[in-house]
């Protein structure tokens, strides 16, 4: 394999490069790589967009253009390890932006379709307990949000 390891290739109906800027203006660590445009030899329109080579928080995506065959859903996901409840509600705003659609237990599609989890680390925490009376409170709080509250799952946790 080569040094650079694995890239997730995301497939969109023409919106390819709108997509991946979209995505770096969200992420740090993030940059716009190679833009591939079709040739006169297609199957595309000349000078389109075929392929957008992007990096996002540091791992390799590239957005093609391959047109209306394959749409995405939640079978594939992408999760967000969040800090704190500035970095949850940071990500859920930005990728709700447009057409967003928010869903139960931190998962949320954005405007293209693709599938996010959007997860405070505290949360892996609680329901990762050895505590099972601890861990089954946290997950049941967590089943009753959409956006995550990690406030309000620290308070399931202890008993609250």
């Not at 391959?66 to 594939?76: I, M, W």
């Not at 931190?106 to 505590?131: C, N, T």
């Amino acid at each position: 394999m080569a040094t650079e390891g694995l890239t997730t290739c995301l497939w969109f109906d023409g919106e390819a490069e709108e997509a991946a800027r979209h995505y770096v203006s969200i992420f740090e660590n993030s940059r716009i790589g190679r833009i591939s445009r079709y040739t006169e030899a297609g199957p595309g329109v000349p000078g389109s967009v075929i392929t957008v080579d992007f990096v996002a928080n540091g791992h390799r995506f590239v957005a093609l253009n391959g047109g209306p065959q394959f749409t995405f859903n939640e079978a594939v996901s992408f999760q967000i390890h969040c800090a704190d409840q500035e970095e949850v509600d940071h990500y859920w705003t930005r990728l709700a932006e447009g057409g967003g659609e928010p869903g139960p237990c931190g998962w949320i599609k954005d405007k293209y379709g693709v599938s996010w989890q959007v997860l405070p680390e505290a949360l892996i925490a609680m329901i990762g307990d050895p505590d099972p009376e601890k861990a089954a409170r946290a997950t049941r709080a967590m089943l009753g949000m959409g956006k995550l509250d990690i406030a309000g799952l620290e308070k399931a946790y202890a008993g609250g």
